[in-house]
């Protein structure tokens, strides 16, 4: 059973700092990944997907990278800002075993960016 | 197209009563998935339709929860005789396909009393 992890679940930062959250998954058979940002009581914005060939993607101070051999995938902020602040999930399509997809979802981290 | 919608918003009931909730997808995309958020916990899958057949479903869809896409187009979540671990957000996304990013919706949020 797929199941990923994501750390820190918060972190409290000023603005202007660059950081990293990290996701890992316990089984490499991935379509794909996705970053999703999460504002309280929203529903879930797309950042970023990674196809399984992919080693990153960008947009914008947005990068994610990642490593599908070793199960792990970063996101980096570059110069935070308070309107950063909300909870990031990623998620991996995966094949379940009646042979269809969807997405399973880490915890979150909780980023609180401070002016 | 503005993206996935939801309806309602948000849904206050009382402990036995049915609920039901809409997810119209982005219009083009013929994948459409349920998913519950409880609090502090990321998105757990319920159930996957492709056109208009359910494909599958989770452990967490009990004899209570039904889903429904009649016309392979908009969808419907109904929760019979609601208890009020039932209380979560119900997320709605749409993809074009498997490889494709998958849209998600304002959620409805449920709290059952």
């Known amino acids: 059973k797929q199941e990923v992890t994501q750390i820190p679940a918060a972190l409290s930062v000023p603005e202007g700092e660059n950081l990293v959250l990290n996701c890992s998954f316990t089984?490499?058979?991935?379509?794909?990944l996705q970053w999703f940002r999460q504002d309280p009581g929203k529903g879930l914005t797309s950042l970023l997907l990674?196809?399984?060939?992919?080693r990153e993607q960008t947009s914008g101070r947005l990068n994610a990278s990642l490593d599908k051999s070793s199960g792990r995938s970063t996101l980096y902020i570059a110069a935070s800002q308070p309107g950063d602040s909300a909870t990031y999930l990623c998620?991996?399509?995966?094949?379940?075993?009646?042979?269809?997809?969807?997405?399973?979802f880490g915890k979150g981290t909780m980023l609180l960016v401070s002016p | 197209d503005t993206g996935v919608s939801q309806d309602p918003r948000h849904k206050i009931t009382k402990r036995g009563q049915n609920v039901t909730f809409r997810c119209d997808p982005i219009?083009?995309?013929?994948?459409l998935y349920w998913y519950r958020q409880t609090l502090g916990q990321g998105p757990e899958f319920l159930t996957y339709?492709?056109?208009?057949?359910?494909?599958?479903k989770s452990r967490l869809l009990s004899d209570r929860f039904s889903a429904e896409r009649p016309k392979g187009s908009f969808s419907t979540l109904e929760i019979q005789r609601t208890e009020q671990g039932d209380s979560a957000m119900y997320l709605c996304?749409?993809?074009?396909?498997?490889?494709?990013?998958?849209?998600f919706g304002q959620g409805t949020r449920l709290t059952v009393v």
């Open positions: 996304a749409s993809s074009l396909a498997t490889s494709t990013e998958a849209f």
């Open positions: 089984d490499s058979a991935i379509y794909n």
């Open positions: 990674i196809q399984s060939s992919q």
């Open positions: 998620a991996v399509r995966a094949k379940l075993n009646s042979g269809y997809s969807t997405l399973t």
């Open positions: 219009s083009e995309h013929n994948r």
């Open positions: 339709f492709q056109n208009e057949a359910q494909l599958e």
